[in-house]
């Protein structure tokens, strides 16, 4: 095989791997609310009150870090496409970059279920709720962000 062809694979596989780890995150933080937010929606209907539309904007936010994911598979892809013998640098910043915002997903997931049973039994605290599950979106922004720079 080719060992041109073995650089751009390796230095690639960082690429999914950013993605891949990103959608991980994502997939168990939605998991997390979306569980959460029908939960809510249960008990509100038990007790005859009405069932907050917004919870489906906590149960989607962990969604996001799957695009963060994605961008920076696509700046990997370019960086492999000019420089593939820097490959173990793709490959560590997109399996670190992915780890990081996965997990920031994960645990945006797990504060906006707290965020649903909060706001739907009391139906306050909306604005209190979303900047919580905002700072926790922001460790994503940064990991995507410092992890361009690097690249």
Same mark, same amino acid.
Request: with cysteine; charged share 10%.
């Given at each position: ?14 690429? /999914? ?20 937010? &029908? ?5 509100? /209907? ?5 069932a907050?539309? #917004?919870? #489906? ?6 969604? %996001?870090?799957?695009? /963060?994911?994605?961008i #920076? ?6 960086? &492999?496409? %000019? ?8 490959? &560590? &910043? ?32 909306f ?17 995507m ?5 690097? #690249?």
């Amino acid at each position: 095989m080719d060992s041109a062809i073995i650089l751009k694979s390796l230095g690639e596989a960082g690429a /999914y791997a950013a993605v891949g780890f990103a959608a991980m995150g994502s997939a168990i933080g939605t998991g997390l609310a979306g569980c959460s937010a &029908v939960g809510a929606w249960k008990k509100c /209907y038990a007790q005859n009150k009405p069932a907050p539309f #917004l919870l #489906l904007i906590y149960a989607g936010a962990p969604f %996001t870090q799957i695009i /963060y994911g994605m961008i #920076l598979l696509f700046f990997i892809k370019a960086a &492999v496409a %000019t420089t593939p013998e820097r490959w173990p640098l793709y490959l &560590v &910043v997109g399996i670190t970059g992915g780890i990081a915002m996965g997990c920031s997903a994960w645990f945006q997931g797990k504060a906006a279920a707290g965020a649903c049973d909060s706001f739907a039994e009391t139906n306050k605290g909306f604005v209190n709720n979303i900047i919580v599950v905002g700072i926790i979106e922001t460790v994503a922004i940064f990991a995507m962000i410092f992890s361009l720079l690097i #690249l």
